[in-house]
């Protein structure tokens, strides 16, 4: 069951309707298929966990919450899954323009997964060659941490990953840890809100479908009220023209 559809905004201190736009932070959450990123998002801004999810089809999901007390709208795009394959890394393109809309990126791995570790150094890289000279923040997380049975990736490995990579590491567990989920989130938010808001479309990269949504102007330009006065008088030389014409035949 899909807890919430594309663009459902969960209003934790809702707006009025007069007030100014709240400030947006804009988040990215990438990584391998099945490593539970939807269920990190989820567990994040609702406080919730639901096992099973559909197939994510690139979801973005909005709240208003308040911090260091300011109130602030945080949108976080929640991906399709990349995989690995003989050429290299698959993954849907809009994933580069999520990058590219972003404000920071979180990369995400499952410690039940090696594949999904092995991604990240791949798309470390996609989310460098994607901000061109404004890199933004990363971190790295490693979900799953509770199936202790089926760790596949060693503890050790993703903070000396995170060295290299140079981003902030937490090892998680979206099923039985809040805490540990709401810690990494909200960290990377209260360093974002401390940063002048940059200047950049608010519009999602993507809709459930794929398909780009451009924000469309409300406001049209009124056009400009005639000159009554050059109005006559352009009539009267097309009327002057018309009688030469039909004169001369």
Same mark, same amino acid.
């Given at each position: 069951?899909?807890?919430?559809? +594309?663009?459902?905004? &969960?209003?934790?201190?809702?707006?009025?309707?007069?007030?100014?736009?709240?400030?947006?932070?804009?988040?990215?959450?990438?990584?391998?298929?099945?490593?539970?990123?939807?269920?990190?998002?989820?567990?994040?801004?609702?406080?919730?966990?639901?096992?099973?999810?559909?197939?994510?089809?690139? +979801?973005?999901?909005?709240?208003?919450?308040?911090?260091?007390?300011?109130?602030?709208? &945080?949108?976080?795009?929640?991906?399709?899954?990349?995989?690995?394959?003989?050429?290299? &890394?698959?993954?849907?393109?809009?994933?580069?323009? =999520?990058?590219?809309?972003?404000?920071?990126?979180?990369?995400?791995?499952?410690?039940?997964?090696?594949?999904?570790?092995?991604?990240?150094?791949? /798309?470390?890289?996609?989310?460098?060659? =994607?901000?061109?000279?404004?890199?933004?923040?990363?971190?790295?997380?490693? +979900?799953?941490?509770?199936?202790?049975?089926?760790?596949?990736?060693? *503890?050790?490995?993703?903070?000396?990953?995170?060295?290299?990579?140079?981003?902030?590491?937490?090892?998680?567990?979206?099923?039985?840890?809040? *805490?540990?989920?709401?810690?990494?989130?909200?960290?990377?938010?209260?360093?974002?809100?401390?940063?002048?808001?940059? #200047?950049?479309? =608010?519009?999602?990269?993507?809709?459930?479908?794929? #398909?780009?949504?451009?924000?469309?102007? /409300?406001?049209?330009?009124?056009?400009?009220?005639?000159?009554?006065?050059?109005?006559?008088?352009?009539?009267?030389?097309?009327?002057?023209?018309? #009688?030469?014409?039909?004169? *001369?035949?």
């Amino acid at each position: 069951m899909r807890l919430i559809q +594309n663009m459902t905004t &969960i209003a934790e201190y809702p707006a009025s309707e007069y007030s100014a736009p709240n400030r947006a932070i804009k988040i990215a959450v990438i990584g391998g298929s099945g490593v539970g990123k939807t269920a990190l998002v989820v567990r994040f801004l609702t406080k919730r966990f639901i096992g099973d999810y559909e197939r994510n089809a690139g +979801n973005l999901y909005s709240r208003e919450v308040q911090v260091d007390g300011e109130q602030v709208t &945080i949108q976080v795009q929640d991906t399709p899954g990349a995989e690995m394959t003989d050429n290299g &890394i698959s993954l849907p393109d809009h994933v580069t323009c =999520s990058i590219q809309w972003a404000d920071a990126v979180v990369l995400v791995y499952s410690v039940t997964d090696r594949s999904s570790f092995d991604l990240i150094d791949q /798309l470390h890289q996609l989310v460098v060659r =994607s901000s061109g000279p404004n890199m933004p923040p990363i971190i790295l997380l490693a +979900n799953k941490a509770d199936l202790l049975h089926l760790r596949r990736v060693d *503890s050790q490995q993703g903070p000396i990953l995170a060295g290299n990579l140079s981003c902030s590491f937490y090892e998680v567990s979206a099923s039985e840890d809040y *805490s540990q989920v709401h810690g990494a989130f909200h960290r990377l938010c209260c360093q974002l809100a401390k940063q002048p808001p940059p #200047v950049s479309s =608010s519009s999602p990269p993507t809709s459930a479908s794929g #398909v780009t949504e451009k924000r469309r102007s /409300l406001l049209i330009p009124r056009p400009k009220s005639p000159n009554m006065q050059d109005l006559k008088r352009r009539f009267k030389q097309a009327l002057s023209a018309k #009688v030469r014409t039909v004169t *001369s035949v």
